[in-house]
Structure formats: C-alpha cells, structure tokens
C-alpha cells in the first residue's frame, strides 16, 4: 500500500477543517491553507505524483497567497474603519494645561 494512494484524503480532510476554521472567525487565518490544500488535492489525483512534491506544492502556495494576498485583503476589509478622536491624535504635538 503506497502513501500515494490516499494522499488526497488527507488534503481533503486538510482543505474541509481550513474553511471550517475560517468560517468560525473573521481573521483569514486559514484560507490561505485552504488554497494550498486545494492546489495539493489537484495535484494528488494526478498519477505518479509523490506525496513530497504535494507538500511541497502545499507550502508554497500556502506561503504565497499568506505573504501576496492577505496584505491585500486585509487592508481591503478594513477599508470602512473609522477612527474614534483619540486614534486621530497620534503622532500629532499637544499642549497639556
């Protein structure tokens, strides 16, 4: 029995508990996973495959879309912030009476 054979459970295991997690907060903590189990999974229903280049493949693109996109998409989410009065004063010179 090769570990070959059932290396897409474990990324589909791997990509469904993700998105779980992801559903349950709002932090995009593990959807950048998700997307590299994704990919894994693809990869893994290719024969002649080796588990390693699926990890391997799994870790890139988790790194990848971790490092370019979530920048991108947090500074998106909290594009409708506003500040309160006390965040506004940062950084700025006062006088205190």
Known sequence: MEI???MWI??????VVALAIEAI??????????????VALIL???PGV?????LIVFMVISIATLC??????HKYMRRNLVDSNVDEMVHKKGILV
């Open 50 to 54: 080796s588990w390693w280049i699926e």
């Open 25 to 38: 907060g709002t932090d995009l903590v593990s959807i950048w996973f998700a997307a590299g189990a994704m």
């Open 44 to 46: 893994s229903l290719i």
């Open 68 to 73: 370019c996109f979530r920048p991108l998409v």
């Open 4 to 6: 070959e054979t059932y």
């Open 10 to 15: 474990l990324w589909l295991v791997l990509f």
